[in-house]
């Protein structure tokens, strides 16, 4: 049957952690027929959303959607140490459903956050961070420092939703604010700097002291007058300003995190945040990569009291990164079975991490094929979420949104399948 289009308004982008919600939909005859407001990378996943979807499959059969769930629940409950692990790119809903599951089969569950800004919520939780929602920095911001991060690549309508081009309340466009980019490159993000800071790749931390030392009234030495590539003239300068402004925020992405030193950068961007309230407002926001990658730690610090690698073989709920966290887990070969939600660990983990995949049973339950379903001995199919199904998701500034489905799907979504997957070992 030939039906009417029909237009949706303030659908959610969700892929990536801006989760902008401005975006309208056409679709017709169960399909889109035309995207406004997406940037390019949006534009690019509405267009694919429905192409290249799984089946279910058992060991690369194609079998019904119920035999590969119990298959599922099969391996996880023969498994003596398996590991649940993805969970950025599905709902809360299904986040809560892996951790009940996870429970149940003793499991270790880990997001894809201990392998990105995994290291800058440790040192949150050593220091604490000043932090605020994108709408409070859009409209207040004087000052936006870019640490590490490009969104102008990787969140393409941050820039004009809530920083540097934005329109705000009472910072009305590009001249009320002062961008300031710190990163190892110039990137198209640090082309529309007002300054640029070149570091020395892995100085980060040595930078931020040095900030943390000058906002303080002290003077670092060094013998070539440079601080981790950069001037301590210009360190000393932007000292300066940082203490005048009315109210400064700093967007740190995986350059900073992931850089050497890890927690201890964040921890010393943190620390200089808070020094800086002494003078303004000063506050943080980590650039988030998935679409619900921050849902992951918020869901499973609500159900368990920590934000990943936490391990239930005790029965209680035991938190270690390191010994707990996906690649440690698998490059220590010591899981023996492993369910991926939402997430392509053969593409994106170490080499050693992703090759124990092939040895161990692996379940993944994604809506699109990936390396890690050409190894899994057990796919099952999802609808997509914010286009087929509904549910919760939380932006990188931790406000939790709504997504409303306007398409029909073949597939129920992920999190009717962890559960039921969850009743069937219930039901053992
Ligand atoms: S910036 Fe991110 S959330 Fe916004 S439209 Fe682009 S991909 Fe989607």
């Not at 119920?66 to 790119?89: D, H």
């Not at 420092?145 to 941050?158: K, L, Q, S």
């Not at 800071?197 to 931390?205: A, I, L, T």
């Not at 660990?345 to 339950?365: M, Q, R």
């Given at each position: 049957?030939?039906?009417?289009?029909?237009?949706?308004?303030?659908?959610?982008?969700?892929?990536?952690?801006?989760?902008?919600d401005?975006?309208?939909?056409?679709?017709?005859?169960?399909?889109?027929?035309?995207?406004?407001n997406?940037?390019a990378i949006s534009?690019?996943?509405?267009?694919?959303?429905?192409?290249?979807?799984?089946?279910?499959?058992i060991?690369g059969?194609?079998?019904?959607?119920?035999?590969?769930?119990?298959a599922?629940?099969?391996?996880?409950?023969?498994?003596r140490n398996?590991?649940?692990?993805?969970?950025?790119?599905?709902?809360?809903?299904a986040?809560?459903?892996?951790v009940?599951?996870?429970?149940?089969c003793?499991?270790?569950?880990?997001?894809?956050?201990?392998?990105?800004?995994?290291?800058?919520?440790l040192?949150?939780q050593?220091?604490?961070?000043?932090?605020?929602t994108?709408g409070?920095?859009?409209?207040?911001?004087?000052?936006?420092?870019?640490?590490?991060?490009?969104?102008?690549?990787?969140?393409?309508?941050?820039?004009?939703?809530?920083?540097?081009?934005?329109?705000?309340?009472?910072?009305k466009?590009?001249k009320d604010?002062e961008?300031?980019?710190?990163?190892?490159r110039?990137?198209p993000?640090?082309?529309?700097?007002?300054?640029?800071?070149?570091?020395?790749?892995?100085?980060?931390?040595?930078?931020?002291?040095?900030?943390?030392?000058?906002?303080?009234?002290?003077t670092?030495?060094?013998?070539?007058g440079?601080?981790?590539?950069?001037?301590?003239?210009?360190?000393?300068?932007?000292?300066?300003k940082?203490k005048?402004?009315?109210?400064g925020?700093?967007f740190?992405?995986?350059?900073?995190?992931?850089?050497?030193?890890?927690?201890m950068?964040?921890?010393?961007?943190?620390?200089?945040?808070?020094?800086l309230?002494?003078?303004?407002?000063?506050?943080?926001?980590?650039m988030r990569?998935?679409?619900?990658?921050?849902?992951?730690?918020?869901?499973?610090?609500?159900?368990?009291?920590?934000p990943?690698?936490?391990?239930?073989?005790?029965?209680?709920?035991?938190?270690?990164?390191?010994?707990?966290?996906?690649?440690?887990l698998?490059?220590?070969?010591?899981?023996?079975?492993?369910?991926?939600?939402?997430?392509?660990?053969?593409?994106?983990?170490?080499?050693?991490?992703a090759?124990?995949?092939?040895?161990?049973?692996?379940?993944?339950?994604?809506?699109?094929?990936n390396?890690?379903?050409?190894?899994?001995d057990?796919?099952?199919?999802?609808?997509?979420?914010?286009?087929?199904?509904?549910?919760?998701v939380?932006?990188?500034?931790h406000?939790?949104?709504?997504?409303?489905?306007?398409?029909?799907?073949s597939?129920?979504d992920?999190?009717?399948?962890?559960?039921?997957?969850?009743?069937?070992?219930?039901?053992?």
């Amino acid at each position: 049957m030939n039906e009417e289009s029909k237009t949706y308004q303030n659908i959610i982008c969700t892929f990536c952690g801006a989760l902008c919600d401005d975006i309208e939909i056409k679709v017709k005859n169960n399909k889109i027929e035309n995207i406004k407001n997406a940037c390019a990378i949006s534009r690019k996943k509405y267009e694919h959303a429905q192409k290249d979807r799984t089946v279910p499959q058992i060991k690369g059969k194609e079998v019904k959607y119920n035999k590969a769930v119990s298959a599922a629940a099969e391996i996880l409950s023969s498994s003596r140490n398996p590991l649940i692990y993805g969970l950025s790119s599905t709902t809360a809903e299904a986040q809560k459903a892996a951790v009940e599951l996870a429970e149940k089969c003793g499991a270790n569950i880990d997001s894809t956050s201990s392998v990105c800004h995994g290291p800058g919520t440790l040192a949150k939780q050593l220091v604490g961070m000043v932090s605020a929602t994108l709408g409070e920095v859009k409209n207040r911001s004087d000052m936006m420092i870019f640490w590490g991060a490009n969104p102008v690549e990787a969140h393409p309508n941050h820039a004009k939703r809530y920083s540097i081009l934005s329109q705000g309340m009472y910072r009305k466009n590009r001249k009320d604010r002062e961008i300031i980019v710190f990163d190892v490159r110039k990137t198209p993000t640090a082309k529309l700097a007002d300054h640029f800071f070149q570091v020395k790749p892995n100085s980060d931390f040595e930078i931020l002291m040095a900030l943390q030392m000058l906002v303080s009234g002290r003077t670092p030495t060094s013998e070539d007058g440079r601080i981790g590539g950069i001037e301590l003239v210009k360190l000393k300068d932007l000292a300066e300003k940082m203490k005048k402004v009315k109210y400064g925020s700093v967007f740190y992405g995986m350059g900073l995190t992931m850089s050497r030193g890890k927690y201890m950068n964040t921890w010393a961007a943190m620390s200089l945040v808070r020094n800086l309230n002494d003078y303004g407002r000063f506050v943080m926001i980590p650039m988030r990569g998935h679409g619900n990658v921050a849902g992951s730690e918020i869901t499973m610090a609500w159900q368990t009291g920590y934000p990943f690698a936490v391990n239930f073989s005790r029965n209680y709920p035991r938190y270690n990164p390191g010994e707990f966290s996906a690649v440690d887990l698998l490059a220590r070969r010591e899981v023996d079975a492993a369910f991926i939600i939402a997430s392509d660990p053969a593409a994106s983990l170490p080499h050693e991490a992703a090759e124990y995949l092939k040895k161990i049973p692996t379940i993944v339950l994604d809506p699109h094929w990936n390396l890690t379903t050409e190894i899994a001995d057990v796919v099952i199919p999802s609808a997509v979420k914010g286009i087929g199904a509904s549910g919760t998701v939380y932006r990188m500034d931790h406000v939790p949104l709504q997504l409303r489905k306007f398409l029909d799907d073949s597939w129920p979504d992920d999190a009717s399948a962890v559960s039921r997957i969850g009743e069937l070992i219930e039901n053992d």
